[in-house]
């Protein structure tokens, strides 16, 4: 029997089983669009984080406190300060030291606290950002009113602010808040300018801050001579990679860190860094990796789904092959070959997974649209893309799966012995 007669013969038993055939085929349908969601949403958030990244400047350093471990990975000390431990070793003058190194533009260092602020009646818990005038030559923020805080201004610790767009909305509605005083916990502070919204990023709503001077927030509110991070950037990116040794070696003589030089390698062991330096390029590496890391998690769940619609359409297949006895050992009795029934049988659980495949990229699609807009109405900048690859793996999948699956019915049938076969009731 040639391809064409077997493929008639394996789509006229779908048809006629077609309640059957749509349950056999559903646990495709979920597993293949899972596989498309899988890879849409990952790929959304890769380019949502991305963006957000991007936001900061592709011309960055970023040096930012950690605790120091007697291991060479961050893990420890990432547990550390989530416990509480603090670092104060970080401060305005290692920032002044880090822009007199040559291919250091300018930095905005950053520290953030809490407390609440009142105008007239009302009373709302604020997060208070402090960082110096250079933040906005740096980062996209814009200001949509009034203006920022100068360099003196956070010298002479003013009691300024400049407020998101939303502590705007909450406490000011409609009224224009520029020149008018607030107070923040103890102290009134005047609103100078109001920042344009921008929406959240890395766990961080930047329309619910308030801007503070850096040193303001230092002395008349937490009381600290610390910065949690500093944020540099850089005059050529391409020696991205030797600035960071520069601040490295820097702020290990001003912290007084002695680091032990591996033979091998010519670098310092950074396992007694209170610091930890990192170029743009491995952030973007880092947050591929981990990016990656969960779509391949997520495709491993989607796959044991898969496996249950294989395993079904298996089942399916013993039952067809059992009700069809008879006409396999009269096909076999006339001549059919053992590949003439065995294909019959394998090109229908093929047909089935295909189908499965079809239906289910489509509501893949489907959903991961709907996903992209429920993001977007959340305020989320989601980029609705379904990659190639999830077309790729999806098809290859379900012809895997309708072979694999597939293939020990339809051995069974191919081996029926053609007496036996006529002989079943």
């Known amino acids: 029997m040639n391809l064409s007669a077997i493929?008639?013969?394996a789509l006229k038993s779908m048809r006629a089983n077609k309640l059957r055939t749509f349950l056999t085929v559903l646990g495709m349908v979920i597993g293949i669009a899972s596989i498309m969601i899988v890879f849409s949403a990952g790929e959304g958030i890769n380019r949502l984080l991305t963006n957000q990244l991007n936001s900061f400047g592709t011309n960055i350093l970023e040096t930012e406190i950690k605790v120091p471990s007697n291991k060479t990975n961050n893990a420890q000390s990432s547990i550390s300060m989530a416990s509480g431990t603090q670092i104060t070793t970080l401060t305005l003058a290692d920032m002044d030291k880090i822009n007199q190194l040559s291919n250091i533009q300018r930095s905005y260092a950053g520290v953030i606290g809490q407390d609440q602020m009142s105008y007239g009646d009302q009373r709302k818990k604020i997060t208070l950002f402090g960082t110096n005038a250079d933040y906005l030559n740096i980062d996209s923020a814009k200001i949509s009113k009034g203006r920022f805080y100068t360099d003196e201004e956070d010298k002479s610790l003013a009691r300024i602010i400049v407020i998101g767009s939303k502590i705007k909305d909450d406490i000011f509605g409609d009224t224009d808040p520029v020149g008018k005083e607030v107070k923040v916990g103890k102290l009134k502070y005047q609103i100078i300018g109001v920042m344009e919204k921008r929406g959240g990023g890395f766990g961080m709503d930047y329309d619910s801050y308030v801007y503070i001077p850096i040193r303001t927030l230092q002395k008349k509110v937490l009381g600290i001579d610390h910065v949690m991070y500093i944020i540099s950037q850089l005059k050529n990116i391409s020696l991205a990679d030797d600035t960071a040794e520069e601040i490295k070696s820097l702020l290990r003589d001003r912290h007084e860190i002695n680091s032990n030089i591996d033979?091998?390698?010519?670098?310092?062991?950074?396992?007694?860094?209170d610091f930890v330096?990192?170029?743009?390029?491995e952030m973007m590496k880092t947050l591929n990796t981990i990016t990656g890391a969960i779509t391949i998690l997520l495709l491993a769940i989607v796959t044991i789904s898969l496996i249950v619609g294989g395993?079904?359409?298996?089942n399916i297949m013993y039952v067809v092959v059992s009700e069809r006895t008879r006409e396999i050992g009269l096909r076999k009795a006339v001549g059919a070959k053992f590949f003439d029934i065995m294909g019959q049988f394998l090109i229908e659980s093929i047909y089935i997974t295909i189908l499965g495949a079809i239906i289910g990229i489509i509501l893949g699609i489907g959903a991961s649209f709907i996903i992209a807009l429920g993001a977007r109405a959340y305020g989320l900048d989601w980029t609705f893309v379904v990659p190639l690859k999830a077309f790729i793996v999806s098809i290859v999948f379900s012809l895997l799966f309708g072979v694999v699956f597939g293939l020990f019915p339809a051995q069974k049938a191919a081996k029926m012995d053609p007496i036996t076969a006529l002989k079943n009731e």
Do not use: H, P, Y
């Not at 033979?263 to 860094?273: E, I, Q």
């Open 277 to 281: 330096v990192t170029t743009m390029e």
């Open 263 to 273: 033979s091998k390698t010519g670098l310092a062991d950074t396992s007694r860094d």
């Open 7 to 9: 493929s008639k013969t």
């Open 311 to 314: 395993v079904g359409i298996m």
